[in-house]
């Protein structure tokens, strides 16, 4: 099972400030890798796939890079609307297909 | 537009059984896998289970010893999860969630997403 690990656990933030999240799987996972946010009593969005692609709808603030086990999830500029759990996922080494335990980006 | 809506979450006793429903539209049903996802109270998401469009293909978590099983109804465009020998640690919202890749075999991201069901394991 490859399993992701996402730090940090908690990132404290202003609007309009820059977030850096990051997942780390456990083996190589080529560019097989989504983002999705979560906020409080709703249902995951997908947000990029493949490492960098967007999801129609997304925002240009939200963007992704990385390859084979280093991955990274940018908000350039945090909106009101950005403060909720990240969640990184990975599709390539599967059953199962695992997610990494959330990044918190919260307002400071 | 897409939608799916869960239903037939409800507290059930350990040990007991309950069937899941999600009902889709707006899209081919028959051209994208599905899958459930949980996630329990406070914690974060785990994928369940997936089924192929065609509903030949199936995959599960390993943690479920062979409890859950997944199947779909292409002519009434609905997917199920029956879950038998319940236990306190299933407790979670059950999402249905339906792929972004037409035409896959398997799982691959989770697209869209319904509002979840909630399902209590407890006595």
């Known amino acids: 099972e490859t399993v992701l690990t996402q730090s940090p656990a908690i990132l404290s933030l202003s609007p309009g400030e820059s977030a850096t999240l990051s997942c780390r799987a456990s083996?190589?996972?080529?560019?097989?890798l989504a983002w999705y946010q979560q906020k409080p009593g709703q249902a995951p969005r997908l947000l990029i796939s493949d490492a960098s692609n967007r999801a129609a709808g997304i925002p240009a603030r939200f963007s992704g890079s990385g390859s084979g086990t280093e991955f990274t999830l940018t908000i350039s500029s945090l909106e009101p609307e950005d403060f909720a759990v990240y969640y990184c996922?990975?599709?390539?080494?599967?059953?199962?297909?695992?997610f990494g335990q959330g990044t918190k980006v919260e307002i400071k | 537009e897409v939608q799916l809506l869960e239903s037939g979450g409800t507290l059930v006793q350990p040990g007991g059984s309950l069937r899941l429903s999600c009902a889709a539209s707006g899209f081919t049903f028959s051209d994208y896998a599905m899958s459930w996802v949980r996630q329990a109270p406070g914690k974060g998401l785990e994928w369940v289970s997936g089924?192929?469009?065609?509903?030949?293909?199936?995959n599960y978590a390993g943690s479920l010893e062979r409890r859950f099983t997944i199947s779909r109804d292409n002519s009434r465009n609905m997917v199920y999860l029956q879950m038998n020998n319940l236990r306190a640690e299933d407790t979670a919202v059950y999402y249905c969630?339906?792929?972004?890749?037409?035409?896959?075999?398997?799982?691959?991201?989770?697209?869209?997403w319904g509002q979840g069901t909630l399902v209590t394991v407890s006595s």
């Open positions: 969630a339906k792929d972004l890749i037409r035409g896959g075999s398997h799982p691959d991201y989770f697209h869209y």
């Open positions: 089924i192929s469009g065609s509903g030949i293909s199936t």
């Open positions: 083996q190589d996972i080529r560019t097989y």
């Open positions: 996922q990975q599709r390539y080494n599967w059953p199962p297909w695992t």
